[in-house]
């Protein structure tokens, strides 16, 4: 099992930037696959971008691909979410996932571990 905290959303204008991150603890970070997910007002849960425990592979969503960059730093026990280029739909609730796998995968429902989210808001 790993906890994990979310930081680094706030209100930004349409065209700007955010860098996520999310701290985990335990020592079982660095064997896990990683994603990162979104929720809107409204909406269900929804896929942004995963990466595989080395960092080796990443996928992204449609919407967010060419401007969103998800990374790792497995000494530090974190992983990024480099958010360019927003948009107002954007706008959600961001939140890191954990598989208690090497891979990842685009279902939320793979993903056991989860932070507390963090309010991302996109002004036009």
């Known amino acids: 099992q790993v906890q994990l905290v979310e930081s680094g959303g706030g209100l930004v204008q349409a065209g700007g930037s955010l860098r996520l991150s999310c701290a985990a603890s335990?020592?079982?970070?660095?064997?896990?696959?990683m994603g990162w997910f979104r929720q809107g007002p409204g909406k269900e849960r929804e896929f942004v971008a995963a990466?595989?425990?080395?960092?080796?592979?990443?996928n992204y969503a449609d919407s967010v691909k060419g401007r969103f960059t998800i990374s790792r730093d497995n000494a530090k026990n974190t992983v990024y979410l480099q958010m360019d280029s927003l948009k107002p739909e954007d706008t959600a609730v961001y939140y890191c996932?954990?598989?208690?796998?090497?891979?990842?995968?685009?279902?939320?429902?793979?993903?056991?571990?989860w932070g507390q989210g963090t309010q991302v808001t996109v002004s036009s």
């Open positions: 996932g954990a598989r208690r796998t090497p891979y990842y995968s685009i279902d939320v429902t793979e993903y056991v571990d």
């Open positions: 335990g020592r079982t970070f660095s064997s896990y696959a």
């Open positions: 990466i595989t425990w080395n960092g080796g592979h990443t």
